[in-house]
T-cell receptor, first 116, second 111 residues
Framework: GQQVMQIPQYQHVQEGEDFTTYCNSS?????IQWYKQRPGGHPVFLIQ?????EVKKQKRLTFQFGEAKKNSSLHITATQTTDVGTYFC????????????????FGQGTILTVHP | NAGVTQTPKFQVLKTGQSMTLQCAQD?????MSWYRQDPGMGLRLIHY???????DQGEVPNGYNVSRSTTEDFPLRLLSAAPSQTSVYFC??????????FGQGTRLTVV
């Protein structure tokens, strides 16, 4: 079945440093979504990428979707303590049939710690 | 608009007990899912549903049952709780072209 791998599992940075997490799928994705989970909270949607090679920005966050639609990345410039949390990517397999069109597979997440 | 409501927030069970985790959404979403979250394992899909009366297994379905009698509700049943089911459980709902909305989570401990 579809697998979504995310690296690194943990990342510790000093405030002001940059941070990147990478997401790789074993199958081609119809789209990819990114979520953030604050400590003790629930995952909250950040953004969705649909097109091959798409790049989107949200303030200090830059999201990319690979040309083959099998990988993605999230880059945070000049991290702040408010960026602390776990970042998940999630994707749905392209041409998923039957009930699988409702199935969203999450990566393991990258836990970001920011030291002030 | 409440979104996704999960109950209870916390629960302690003894091994062998049964219980139902409740999940309700008021967004008329077709898709609902249950995930468990364990340290280092991310979000693992237990069961999901694409509409009332239609459910399917995810990655880790053993020990859990679900049903979807209405669009709004998607309960998760543990028939005989085991310590390995100690985890944080999240319910999520999603429209066909929307993102997933998560409930607040249920922290379950099985002793």
């Amino acid at each position: 079945g579809q697998q979504v791998m995310q690296i690194p599992q943990y990342q510790h940075v000093q405030e002001g440093e940059d941070f990147t997490t990478y997401c790789n799928s074993s199958t081609t994705l119809s789209n990819i979504q990114w979520y953030k989970q604050r400590p003790g909270g629930h995952p909250v949607f950040l953004i969705q990428l649909v097109k091959s090679g798409e790049v989107k920005k949200q303030k200090r966050l830059t999201f990319q979707f690979g040309e083959a639609k099998k990988n993605s990345s999230l880059h945070i410039t000049a991290t702040q303590t408010t960026d602390v949390g776990t970042y998940f990517c999630a994707g749905r397999e392209v041409n998923a049939g039957g009930t699988s069109y409702g199935k969203l597979t999450f990566g393991q997440g990258t836990i970001l710690t920011v030291h002030p | 608009n409440a979104g996704v409501t999960q109950t209870p927030k916390f629960q302690v069970l003894k091994t062998g007990q049964s219980m139902t985790l409740q999940c309700a959404q008021d967004m008329n979403h077709e898709y609902m899912s249950w995930y468990r979250q364990d340290p280092g394992m991310g979000l693992r899909l237990i069961h999901y549903s694409v509409g009332a009366g239609i459910t399917d297994q995810g990655e880790v379905p053993n020990g859990y049952n679900v049903s979807r009698s209405t669009t709004e509700d998607f309960p998760l049943r543990l028939l005989s709780a085991a310590p390995s089911q100690t985890s944080v459980y999240f319910c999520a709902s999603k429209g066909q072209y929307t993102e997933a909305f998560f409930g607040q989570g249920t922290r379950l401990t099985v002793v």
